[in-house]
């Protein structure tokens, strides 16, 4: 009998303790035919990054997966960036900063997939912009690999001071 209470008792505390740890989404959407990540992230004000985070493993890194009539998730409770700037073609991190009247520092932590030359910005891409880091934690730790589309077009590169 006591060894039913123990695993009953183990059963009910790590289900607990794991409803605790998942994220909850805060604000969903049904996928069309014909969307993209990132016109998805852009006609919904949420970050191409933080987008791939709160689906991850659903949606695949170039987001060539998206089903119909599925349900995703734009972002999780805490975690939901909404001021979000879509990449032009010759935006540049510190252009991007500039604009949403934000540092490089907090561009870069809101955007973890952006690399340190600020080389891989790519037209159509959504970041986050917000004046508070309010980025997703990263599955594992390491921050989720966001591509563009295979026909994307990079921005440009940057000035050598955004790092």
Known sequence: MFSKVVVILAAVFTAKFAAAQAPQCARNYTVQLGDTCDSISAANNASTYQLAVANWPTINDD?????????????????DCQTTYVVKLGDTCDGVSYAAGINDTILVLNNPQIDQGCSNLYVGEVLCVASNVVVPPAPGGTPVNVEGPPSSTPATGDLPYCQ
């Open 63 to 79: 987001c060539t997966n998206l089903q119909p009539n599925s349900t995703i998730c734009l972002g999780d409770v805490g975690e």
